[in-house]
């Protein structure tokens, strides 16, 4: 008997089909899509000058009115500025097409930032610089989160499927991996331009990438995603209904607190130590940590799902920034700063991917830029915390604003971690799922979550 029940326990297991390997989409794979270096291109032209702008903001304000404080708050406030209003840019592009928005935002910017240089080498109060820094912050594009749009239209125009979920989740770390890229050179761009002619000549540098890469970029029309045209007698609701997605815009403030304290606090700590043209370098190694985390998170067939990937990153994350202050010299502070990087990248795509599955199509690029905006307001609220800390109490002090921002948001992660579920059909916040094709389309039925499957790669 014991010997059949053996068998018979065989054979179901023989019969019961194995559980599907996770999809796997290469890098080569996605670069090969059809027009996606048409848009991908000009991006990065416009995408680059995003890291600049805090940096040479910093750097010229520092030179010009000797204050780290000050020159934290100038960045806060154009921070907090884009922050807030990027995400309201994302819900036009929403409504109206990227192009609409796009063009007169990089001719506001050009404008705003050639105002903020004139103010700063005219040495003219601080007050005046926070003024100039609202519209230069409020007209920082929003190419990274029109450039994820860009992709799940792409590759959800013939409806949803587990192979266009697999290609979303890889082209979302593709963007991280981009991201990171722009933050590696960025900061090293503007400080080299910086060390070689001066701070103002780096923010017209920025300036003028924005808005040809901006420009450039919103000429290409085809691959951009449809217009959303609420039906008549409905009111779209803002992708920050959902609850999931405000919690996961708060866990972003904690990860660009730590991009805000350590911009200030590296910077401070390699002036203290007479090396000050080495600070862009050390911030460039830590984002230089994120985009190596983020290639190889890309290429990974995840069997954990997404929810707790991030989970484990955070918590890595907070453990990573716990050391930095303690740090004795440059060196050591490099290596520290790089360890803790790795874990950025893989917060940042896993967050992503959730978001996407919790609002409709209507509302993923007004999502994007809330997650976009959040971790800008945190590098807003970090740099000017660490900013105050390292004129009062020394630039190691600075560090405590990274490990106070992550593990806040990891606080808030694990407590509310049960929000990060995508809704079923018919519950979506905003809009729902159109026909995909050029021009407008009308909101209708369904579609919302039916990328859930990228949630559980």
Not at 15 to 32: F, I, K
Not at 91 to 97: E, K, P, V
Not at 425 to 442: E, H, L, N
């Amino acid at each position: 008997m014991t010997a059949r029940r053996t068998v018979d326990t065989a054979a179901d297991h023989a019969a019961t089909p194995a559980a599907p390997a996770p999809a796997r989409v290469g890098y080569g794979e996605l670069l090969r899509t059809p027009g996606a270096w048409t848009f991908l291109s000009p991006a990065l032209v416009a995408r680059l000058p995003y890291a600049m702008l805090s940096m040479g903001i910093l750097l010229l304000v520092t030179r010009t009115h000797g204050s780290y404080g000050t020159a934290g708050t100038v960045t806060a406030v154009a921070a907090v500025a884009q922050a807030l209003v990027g995400p309201q840019t994302g819900r036009l592009a929403d409504r109206y097409g990227q192009a609409a928005v796009l063009v007169p935002t990089v001719l506001v910017h050009a404008a705003a930032v050639g105002a903020l240089i004139a103010l700063a080498l005219g040495h003219a109060p601080a007050w005046s610089l926070f003024l100039a820094a609202v519209p230069a912050g409020a007209s920082v594009p929003q190419v990274g989160a029109m450039v994820r749009a860009r992709w799940v239209a792409t590759f959800t125009a013939d409806g949803a499927s587990d192979a266009s979920a697999a290609r979303v989740s890889t082209a979302f770390a593709f963007e991280s991996v981009t991201d990171e890229f722009t933050f590696v050179i960025g900061p090293i761009l503007a400080s080299g331009i910086a060390a070689l002619a001066n701070p103002a000549t780096a923010l017209v540098a920025e300036a003028a990438l924005t808005l040809v890469g901006g420009l450039a970029f919103a000429a290409q029309r085809r691959t951009a995603p449809a217009r959303i045209v609420p039906q008549p007698g409905t009111k779209r609701a803002s992708a920050l209904a959902s609850p999931g997605v405000r919690l996961l815009a708060g866990t972003f403030l904690g990860v660009g607190a730590v991009f805000g304290g350590m911009q200030v606090s590296v910077n401070a700590f390699a002036d203290s130590v007479g090396q000050h043209d080495a600070g862009g370098t050390v911030y460039g190694i830590f984002a230089g940590g994120s985009m190596l985390a983020g290639v190889l998170y890309g290429v990974i067939a995840w069997r954990r799902p997404v929810q707790q990937r991030m989970l484990i990153s955070y918590t890595l994350l907070v453990l990573g920034c716990s050391v930095l202050w303690a740090m004795p010299n440059l060196v050591a502070l490099t290596v520290a700063g790089l360890v803790c990087g790795l874990a950025i990248a893989p917060t940042l795509i896993s967050g992503y991917t959730l978001v996407e599955t919790l609002v409709a199509d209507g509302a993923k690029t007004e999502a994007f830029t809330w997650l976009t905006g959040a971790i800008g307001l945190g590098l807003a609220v970090g740099s000017m915390a660490a900013g105050r800390l390292v004129d009062g109490h020394g630039p190691s002090t600075g560090f405590l604003v990274p490990v106070a921002g992550a593990g806040l948001g990891l606080i808030v992660l694990l407590s509310l971690r049960h929000l990060l579920v995508a809704p079923g059909p018919g519950a979506a916040v905003a809009g729902t799922a159109p026909a995909r094709g050029s021009g407008d389309v009308p909101a209708e039925h369904g579609g919302a979550g039916r990328l859930v499957g990228a949630a559980k790669g």
